[in-house]
């Protein structure tokens, strides 16, 4: 299974192979983090069990700081994740003048992530985000997916169509358009696959603007999970910034 997208990773990354259903999956070990807040952090990958990885990063002082549970199936070309988060007591929200704050522990968890899938060939990496994580999600280029559940996409639609900013006016008026679509629908389980990518392409527009406009996120974020996919051939595409992240974060890894 070979990817679409070519990458060369340096010769410090070491990799385990593990099998996962007959097929050989990669495993990174232990990588130091260059990390301006704690001296002696680093990142490594677990085999939970069948296609149940965990990307731990962790301190020698401080032990396990963040965890990304993520699945490899290489039958399906895709890196599910299940949850990422950074502990409590190391969340910079939670502790605003504590040391980690502006470490970055969860953008280095999601470069382990991207490391893990485009070493074994995954073509995406799959998640639900919370309410609280889609802005963070979506600024390392993940794209909505939001389904064809219709209470799901009516919910979405729903939100951004009762959003009165008037830099939110466009995708507004496109959801409230796009729901009075779904009205004439006679069955309300699920919406056709046009009303699906037509609801992703306002979610993305919406939230873009937000950013673009450095509208605070509080008062316009939604209150739903929202299902979104980051394409490995969107890495490719954005090779620049990914490769800047590596090196800020001191990883010997290369687009």
Same mark, same amino acid.
């Given at each position: 299974m070979v990817s679409s997208v070519s990458l060369r990773s340096l010769g410090k990354i070491k990799y385990t192979p593990v099998k996962v259903d007959g097929n050989d999956v990669k495993m990174f070990s232990k990588i130091p983090l260059k990390n301006d807040k704690i001296d002696d952090l680093f990142m490594y990958m677990e085999h939970e069990g069948d296609e149940h990885f965990n990307i731990f990063v962790s301190s020698d002082t401080l032990g396990q700081l963040g965890r990304d549970q993520i699945a490899i199936a290489p039958p399906y070309d895709l890196t599910m994740e299940a949850f990422i988060e950074v502990l409590d007591k190391f969340r910079s929200s939670k502790n605003p003048g504590g040391i980690t704050k502006g470490a970055h522990i969860g953008e280095a968890m999601r470069l382990g992530s991207i490391i893990a899938s485009i070493e074994n060939g995954m073509k995406a990496i799959d998640l639900y985000s919370m309410p609280q994580a889609i802005f963070f999600h979506r600024k390392y280029g993940f794209e909505p997916k939001i389904g064809t559940v219709y209470k $799901?996409?009516?919910?979405?639609? =729903?939100?951004?169509?009762?959003? %009165?900013?008037?830099?939110? &006016?466009?995708?507004?008026?496109?959801?409230?358009?796009?729901?009075? $679509?779904?009205? =004439?629908?006679?069955?309300?389980?699920?919406?056709?696959?046009?009303?699906?990518?037509? =609801?992703? &392409?306002?979610? =993305?527009?919406? @939230?873009?603007?937000? +950013?673009? !406009?450095?509208?605070?996120?509080? !008062?316009?974020?939604?209150?739903?999970?929202?299902?979104?996919?980051?394409?490995?051939? !969107?890495?490719? %595409?954005? $090779? !620049?910034?990914?490769?800047? @992240?590596?090196?800020?974060?001191?990883?010997?890894? +290369?687009?």
């Open positions: $799901k996409v009516m919910d979405a639609l =729903t939100h951004m169509a009762s959003d %009165n900013h008037p830099k939110l &006016k466009v995708c507004s008026k496109k959801s409230k358009a796009v729901i009075e $679509k779904m009205k =004439t629908q006679r069955a309300k389980k699920n919406v056709s696959q046009k009303i699906s990518r037509e =609801t992703d &392409k306002i979610i =993305t527009e919406y @939230l873009d603007t937000i +950013v673009k !406009e450095d509208l605070p996120v509080k !008062e316009h974020n939604f209150s739903i999970d929202i299902p979104m996919r980051l394409y490995v051939d !969107e890495i490719k %595409n954005r $090779k !620049e910034v990914f490769n800047s @992240l590596f090196q800020k974060h001191g990883i010997d890894y +290369v687009v």
